[in-house]
Every structure is written in structure tokens, then in C-alpha cells.
């Protein structure tokens, strides 16, 4: 069936990249900060150096292992980040209603307006550019999907009469929206978290290209893009293989959200068969 094969082929991919990162001090051949030559700099790919090495002599294949590390980190770490402010505002919001629920929705609008990146871009402005600034940046951009997702089905579940049993037996709210509503809302949400985090591997990548995340040497795919921009033409394989971590690593996200969706889903499934 396609979900599953979607579920596969993105399992597959994400573990593979999750893998290289765990595994890339072991995989790698050589140190990918300061293992420079400038005796075989933009060597192509072949023997020793398996992707060929860029302008400084560094070998790309173990700068490319080492990036996952920090991708991974800033996927799902920015990710967790928006999952747990987007589920605290939204699902109280739609459980408590009232004047709160207008200024969550309110202030979910507002977010909405503003192009994620841009608002990134303006933190890390502000911050100093680095894994941490870069963690908070977007950490603090994507949250209100995850918060309209949270807030419908608080609104859509808090009738149910197992909430009213619970609200019987003497329940605080707290209480309520911890074990009634929330373990009955997570498949929607593990769903948009997955496929949230192909987009924050892209945002990590897109700022480090501009020079506003992971400063160089440190190996971010992004700045690795950035640093092989004048050798696209005489060196492309310094570019090539960046931009083809990133097309498997968000590729294999977004094929395993779209299977988790159909598993978790089953209305879904009916109307794609």
C-alpha cells in the first residue's frame, strides 16, 4: 500500500541520516574543522576522499557526516520547542475559551502574518549567530500550525463524555487536559511535528547560507553551500553533495509524515483510496 511504502522509504531515509550523525566521529575519515590541506584543495571525488575535498583542503565527506549532527539537533530541538508552546497555548485556549482563547488566537494570527524566515532572520539579527540563537530563532517561529491543531481538537474533544465523567469525579482543568484531551490529540500532532521538522533543517540551512547560523568552520550544510558558491562551476561536487543531504534528510521527513498521517489517520487513508 502507498502509506506504507511512504512510512518505508521515509523511515529508511531519516534513520540513515540519524545514523551518519550518530556515528559520523567513527564514519568520518578525517576531522572536519581542522583537517586542512591546501596541497589537495578542490580535489574531485575519488580514492582517499570519497565526495573530494573543497577550497581549504578539507575533506567533504566527513564535513558532510559531521553537518547531520547539527541538523538533526536543530530539527528536533527547534521542533519540540514549537510542539510544546503551540500545544500549551492552543490546547488551553480551546479548553478554557473565553478572553484567553482571543488572545491566543489573536496573538496565532499575528504569527501567522509574518513570514516564518524573515522572523527568524530579525532574531538572529538581534542574537549573536551561533547553534543556540539559532535553536531559540526558530524554535520560537513555527509554533502556530502546531497551536490551531492543539486548539481545534481541545474544542472538538472537551464535549466528549469521558471529559464530563472526569469533570464529575472532580478533575481540576490541569488534570483534564493532561490525561483526557492531550493522549487523544498526539497522533495529529506527532504527524505535523514530523513534517515540521523537514522545514527547520531547511530554515537551518537557509540561515547558515546567509551567513546567520552556524558560523564556518564549524560544518552546517547550509554554510558549506554558502562556501562553495564561487566554485559551482569549476568544483561543483562541493555543492552537490550538501544540497543532496538536505534533499534526503527533508525528503525522508516528509515521506514519514505523510505515512504517519495515514496510520494515525484513517479518514485520511479512506479519501486518498
Not at 473565553?98 to 513570514?115: H, K, R, S, Y
Not at 538536505?246 to 498521517?261: A, M, S
Request: aromatic share 8%.
Amino acid at each position: 500500500m502507498k502509506f506504507r511504502a511512504n512510512l518505508v522509504i521515509g523511515g529508511v531515509l531519516f534513520a540513515s541520516v540519524v545514523i551518519a550523525g550518530i556515528f559520523a566521529p567513527w564514519l568520518a575519515h578525517t576531522d572536519p574543522v581542522m583537517d586542512a590541506n591546501l596541497m589537495y584543495a578542490e580535489e574531485a571525488p575519488g580514492g582517499e576522499f570519497w565526495f573530494g575535498t573543497d577550497a581549504q583542503g578539507r575533506d567533504i565527506y566527513s564535513r558532510v557526516l559531521h553537518g547531520a549532527r547539527i541538523s538533526l539537533t536543530v530539527g528536533i530541538v527547534s521542533q519540540l520547542i514549537n510542539t510544546v508552546i503551540g500545544v500549551c497555548l492552543g490546547l488551553s485556549a480551546g479548553y478554557w475559551g473565553g478572553w484567553w482563547d482571543d488572545c491566543v488566537n489573536g496573538l496565532t494570527n499575528m504569527m501567522l502574518a509574518i513570514p516564518s524566515l524573515i522572523f527568524a532572520l530579525a532574531i538572529m539579527a538581534i542574537l549573536n549567530p551561533g547553534l543556540t540563537s539559532l535553536l531559540i530563532a526558530l524554535g520560537l517561529t513555527n509554533w502556530s500550525f502546531t497551536c490551531r491543531l492543539a486548539r481545534a481538537s481541545a474544542l472538538s474533544l472537551k464535549s466528549q463524555g469521558y471529559v464530563q465523567a472526569a469533570k464529575v469525579l472532580g478533575y481540576g482543568d490541569i488534570r483534564i487536559m493532561l490525561t483526557q484531551l492531550l493522549p487523544n490529540m498526539l497522533g495529529p500532532i506527532i504527524v505535523i511535528g514530523t513534517l515540521g521538522m523537514g522545514g527547520a533543517v531547511l530554515a537551518e540551512a537557509a540561515l547558515s547560507f546567509l551567513g546567520l547560523g552556524i558560523r564556518p568552520p564549524y560544518p552546517s550544510w547550509g554554510s558549506m553551500l554558502s562556501d562553495a558558491r564561487d566554485q559551482i562551476t569549476t568544483a561543483p561536487w562541493i555543492s552537490i553533495f550538501p544540497g543532496l543531504a538536505i534533499f534526503v534528510t527533508v525528503l525522508g521527513l516528509n515521506l514519514l509524515g505523510d505515512g504517519l498521517r495515514d496510520i494515525l489517520d484513517p479518514q485520511a487513508r479512506t479519501r486518498r483510496a
